[in-house]
């Protein structure tokens, strides 16, 4: 089933057969001190049939199997991707499933700073700021780069992530009974604190990757 374009809400949110999720990677870099720096990425998914049944636990099993092998390709060693964090946001009570990973860099070399990540884009072609985000991906292995931008293997690295994002765009990730599309949701206009929640957001039509590095405010030294 092909997903819809274009924006949506208000929806209300549906706690016995959720139809929203919050998946959070939750990662860390070491630093040269040896300290651990959170390396951490906030998604959102929807699905179009919304069936009592799905768990949070299965969403997240088939999250860490679509991204653990390309994930691990594009970091350096010096990162873990220790947990995925699953929660069905309709209820904002709910309590999330953690699903530990472990799942560590592959690239034996010197990274670029914590701060330094790639940026793949959410697209939805929706214009308006409420309805676009993007992904930072960090531990970016220096031999990834030439100056600021990803060089021919960097780029084959970072590609590979971005594919699985397209890829999840026709076939979706299933919980054991529905199945999940990553989507752009607006934090601006959606209520969170309600009960059940109010989504606003926008389908995602494809993803790109930029060329050129990006930076994370919240990863850098205060």
């Known amino acids: 089933m092909p997903i819809p ?12 057969a959720p139809k929203f999720a919050e998946i959070t ?16 990425q906030v998604t959102h998914w ?23 092998a390309a994930v691990a390709a594009a970091a350096a060693d010096s990162y873990t991707l220790d947990i995925v964090r699953t929660k069905f946001i309709d209820n904002p009570l ?32 929706v214009p308006s700021r409420n309805y676009r985000g993007s992904l930072h991906y960090g531990a970016i292995p220096e031999t990834f780069t030439t100056t600021d931008d990803l060089n021919a293997t960097g780029l084959a690295a970072l590609n590979a992530i971005r594919a699985v994002w397209v890829n999840l765009l026709g076939t979706g990730l299933s919980d054991g009974t529905n199945l999940w599309y990553p989507i752009v949701l607006s934090t601006t206009l959606s209520n ?16 790109t990757l930029n060329t050129r590095l990006g930076t994370m405010r919240r990863r850098k030294e205060k």
């Open 94 to 125: 709910t309590v999330p499933d953690d699903n530990p990973c472990n799942i560590q860099g592959t690239v034996n070399t010197d990274r670029a700073a914590s701060f330094t990540a790639a940026v793949i884009r959410k697209v939805s072609y």
């Open 5 to 16: 374009s274009g924006p949506f809400g208000p929806e209300t949110g549906t706690p016995l």
């Open 192 to 207: 969170r604190i309600a009960n059940p929640s109010i989504f606003y957001g926008a389908w995602l039509q494809t993803f």
């Open 25 to 40: 990677f939750l990662g860390h870099t070491v630093e040269a001190n040896t300290n651990n720096k959170a390396c951490n």
């Open 46 to 68: 929807r699905t179009l049939s919304s069936l009592a049944g799905g768990t949070q636990a299965q969403l997240g099993i088939n999250v860490v199997a679509s991204f653990s």
